[in-house]
């Protein structure tokens, strides 16, 4: 039996990890990449040593202090790169564990934020985006707490768009509409990756 992994991809407030959870309900094996980072820099992270050594100041007993680290990287492309040098291939191990781990199911889910911005999508067998109209979007990201304007403006940039990364997708599953509906999308999925195997 071939395996298929799909990746599950999509722009802040598009419904993505409720999309997961309706992958996990039907006994799809889901890889969170933000899961893994965060227990890779929380409390007794394996890649606490490496993030304070290259930034000073921005891990405590809890983990990485995320506003701190935050402040120390955004905008910087160069200190960027340096913490992605250190974080990339620890979740790149976590992943390949899980596609051991998981070596017999029919499909497997990789949920990564960054799927296209972060060249991910390259080795998957498909790719899903998790799309809704742009006021939508809107509206649930500013409904956020701490969320600004300007920052989520300042995170749309940094993203692929969302017209692109759904010309790009091999399934787009529309979040737009009743969770209802949306399960009825993943669940047609699921099927018509898994029936014909």
Do not use: C
């Not at 492309?77 to 620890?90: C, F, T, Y």
């Not at 960054?114 to 498909?126: P, S």
């Not at 809107?138 to 409904?143: G, I, N, T």
């Amino acid at each position: 039996m071939t395996r298929m992994v799909l990746g599950l991809t999509g722009s802040i407030g598009m419904g993505k990890s409720t999309v997961a959870a309706m992958f996990r309900e039907l006994g799809v094996p889901v890889f969170d990449a933000d899961a893994a980072v965060h227990e890779l820099q929380g409390p007794d992270g394996a890649l606490l040593p490496a993030i304070e050594a290259a930034f000073p100041g921005t891990t405590g007993p809890g983990g990485v202090e995320r506003q701190k680290l935050g402040a120390a990287v955004f905008g910087n492309k160069d200190a960027l790169s340096r913490l992605e040098g250190i974080v990339h291939p620890a979740v790149a191990a976590m992943r390949e564990q899980f596609l051991s781990d998981y070596g017999a199911s029919p499909l497997i889910v990789f949920d990564i934020p960054l799927l296209y911005e972060k060249g991910g999508h390259r080795g998957l067998g498909a790719v899903a985006v998790v799309s809704a109209p742009a006021e939508t979007q809107r509206e649930r990201v500013l409904a956020r707490p701490g969320m600004t304007k300007d920052r989520f403006e300042q995170i749309l940039g940094l993203q692929v768009p969302d017209a692109e990364k759904r010309a790009r997708a091999d399934f787009i599953i529309d979040t737009g509409t009743s969770l209802a509906e949306t399960r009825d999308q993943v669940e047609r999925i699921v099927h018509a990756l898994t029936e014909s195997e």
